[in-house]
C-alpha cells in the first residue's frame, strides 16, 4: 500500500483546506484510513479516521470543524478543514491500517504513512 497526502498549504484563521489522500496498491487490504497531525514538539495525534464500512471518528478539538470522507471511485480520503484555528498548525499524515492472510491463513496487520503534509494557519 503505498499512501500520497497534498493539499496543505497557508490558510487564514476561520479559513479552510482540504487534504487528500491518494492510496495505491493492495487497497482491498485497508481497513482504516487515519489522518494525524505532528506540531513541532509534540507527539503524532489522530485527528480523524474512517472506516471500509464508512464510520468515522473525530478528535474533540476538530469535532464540527473537521469532515473525514472517502472517494473509492479514486481511492482517496480526504480531510475538509474548517474554521481553521492556529492551534491546527502541523505537520498532516495519512495513515492506513490493513489486514492480509499469509500463507498459513492468518491475519497480519500492518500500518502505512504517507509523507506528511503542512498546514500552517496564520494571519
Known amino acids: 500500500v503505498q499512501l500520497q497526502a497534498s493539499g496543505g498549504g497557508l490558510a487564514q484563521p476561520g479559513g479552510s483546506l482540504r487534504l487528500s489522500c491518494a492510496m495505491s496498491?493492495?487497497?482491498?487490504?485497508?481497513?482504516?484510513v487515519g489522518w494525524y497531525r505532528q506540531a513541532p514538539g509534540k507527539q503524532r495525534d489522530l485527528v480523524a479516521a474512517i472506516t471500509s464500512g464508512g464510520s468515522t471518528n473525530y478528535a474533540d478539538s476538530v469535532k464540527g470543524r473537521f469532515t473525514i470522507s472517502r472517494d473509492n471511485a479514486k481511492n482517496t480520503v480526504y480531510l475538509q478543514m474548517n474554521t481553521l484555528k492556529p492551534e491546527d498548525t502541523a505537520v498532516y499524515y495519512c495513515r492506513a491500517d490493513s489486514v492480509y492472510y499469509n500463507a498459513r491463513d492468518e491475519p497480519v496487520a500492518e500500518a502505512y504513512w504517507g509523507k506528511g503534509t503542512q498546514v500552517t494557519v496564520s494571519s
Open positions: 496498491g493492495s487497497i482491498f487490504t485497508i481497513r482504516t
